[in-house]
């Protein structure tokens, strides 16, 4: 990241490997955060989950407090919730250090985004696999990464779908012609081969919980996917 009067422009040529605390053993949370860094991690992903936007409930701003209150790593926070806004400056107090916001979620998108970049944080806006980029672009000066969702939120473990490439490229090429600076980030079933197949499409930042911490070695499954 650099900033360029006053706004942050995300380096999305370099590729960042973050893995999600879903996947991780919850009974020892600061030790497998502490396990994530140790292997290379360069975020950590932390998914939020309400009930309501997903079919699944996850935590909270107190485990984002923790984590942030334990470790040095940055904090991807992903909000899969129906109202972002009205929690948003908790999970701002918690020290997140990027906030994605779902576009289908019941906001005022362009509102939540500013706050969040008001805040001196990095937003992020997020699709689902079924959304079209069309909704995303009207806010892509206001962002500092685009995460699209290569598998249906709610659950960790799914299968990836590949039908989502064709996103990427799309929102890398738009990108490209309107001169915008955004990471674009995946997050479902990407392990070392998925990876390489939304890098080619134009993704830099992989989200990745069973490959990462379910693997046997996961210094070695986060290298797989950097070198991807
Ligand atoms: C999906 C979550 C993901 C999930 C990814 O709802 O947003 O971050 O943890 O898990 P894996 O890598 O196991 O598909
Ligand atoms: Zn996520």
Request: proline share 3%; charged share 20%; aromatic share 6%.
């Amino acid at each position: 990241m650099v900033r360029i009067g006053g706004v942050t422009k995300a380096n999305f040529h370099q590729r960042i490997v973050a893995p999600s605390l879903l996947a991780a053993e919850f009974s020892r949370i600061g030790e497998e955060v502490a396990r994530a860094v140790t292997a290379g991690a360069d975020w950590l992903h932390l998914d939020v989950m309400d009930g309501h936007f997903v079919d699944n409930i996850s935590f909270g701003p107190a485990v984002v407090q923790v984590v942030n209150q334990n470790s040095e790593v940055f904090l991807d926070t992903h909000l899969m919730i129906s109202r972002p806004d009205h929690y948003l400056q908790r999970f701002i107090d918690a020290g997140a250090d990027l906030i994605t916001v779902h576009v289908e979620a019941d906001h005022d998108v362009a509102k939540t985004l500013r706050r969040i970049r008001d805040a001196g944080l990095q937003a992020g806006l997020a699709l689902n696999p079924a959304t079209l980029i069309e909704k995303a672009v009207p806010f892509f000066d206001q962002i500092d990464l685009l995460l699209c969702m290569t598998v249906v939120p709610g659950f960790g473990g799914q299968a990836f779908m590949s039908d989502v490439l064709e996103k990427i490229s799309a929102a890398a090429a738009i990108r490209a012609q309107g001169g915008h600076h955004f990471h674009i980030e995946v997050d479902g079933g990407i392990d070392a081969t998925t990876a390489a197949a939304c890098a080619a499409a134009g993704a830099n930042v992989m989200v990745a919980g069973s490959s990462t911490f379910r693997a046997m070695d996961m210094a070695a499954a986060v290298r797989a996917i950097r070198e991807a």
